[in-house]
């Protein structure tokens, strides 16, 4: 009797050989976009070129006109006899010439030393107004706050004396324009060799240009 071989089979499953590895803890990444660096707010505004360079060509200007009237020396006591020459002719309109006939004639004297010294004043407000805008970022950037903050007192001062200068001048060109009879501010083949605007004109209209840049800067400024 043939019997078949018993075969010892052992009870325990095999299992496979695992190995043991470190748990990893992988970091999740952050989908965010990274948030911009961080800038030191140093409060400096760059400043307008244009109108600074604006502001110092136009109160230059009335610095000249106001300098030669007073280098002069006798230009309130000339200025009524000048007027009554002015007046005498047709060439002024109705309610100006009646303004200078009643008011400035009889009082030349007085005006003629406010139109000197108002001119040379405002000219050198403006330029000092225009040289001042163009320090202001390099005086913000200094390490000497005291200094900075002095410094930016006196320049609001500025700014606004600057900007009366600037109304103040624009209505005396507005009356150089009166005085000139109205010139024609467009094209006039008489006067090839020279220019059409008139320079009370011109004066007054950047004047305007000065007022109304000053006051939008201001706004956006706060």
Do not use: C
Request: net charge positive; proline share 6%; hydrophobic share 50%.
């Amino acid at each position: 009797m043939i019997t078949q071989p018993t075969l010892h089979v052992e009870d325990q499953p095999a299992t496979p050989d695992i190995q043991h590895r470190p748990h990893v803890h992988l970091s999740r990444r952050s989908h965010r976009r990274p948030g911009p660096k961080e800038t030191r707010n140093t409060g400096a505004q760059s400043p307008n070129i244009a109108l600074a360079g604006l502001q110092i060509l136009i109160g230059y200007e009335w610095l000249l006109a106001g300098g030669d009237k007073l280098l002069l020396g006798g230009f309130p006591a000339q200025l009524g006899k000048l007027l009554l020459t002015i007046v005498g002719g047709d060439q002024l309109p109705g309610f100006f010439a009646f303004l200078l006939r009643e008011l400035v004639v009889p009082n030349a004297v007085l005006f003629g030393y406010l139109i000197e010294w108002g001119e040379t004043l405002a000219g050198l407000g403006l330029v000092t107004a225009g040289l001042l805008a163009l320090l202001r970022p390099l005086i913000q950037r200094s390490r000497d706050a005291r200094s900075a903050v002095m410094f930016m007192s006196g320049f609001r001062l500025v700014e606004r004396l600057a900007q009366l200068a600037a109304i103040s001048v624009g209505l005396l060109g507005l009356s150089y324009f009166l005085l000139d009879g109205l010139p024609r501010p467009w094209f006039v083949p008489s006067i090839a060799f020279g220019g059409s605007i008139d320079m009370g004109l011109f004066l007054a209209a950047a004047s305007v240009i000065l007022v109304v840049s000053q006051f939008v800067q201001r706004r956006q400024s706060r």
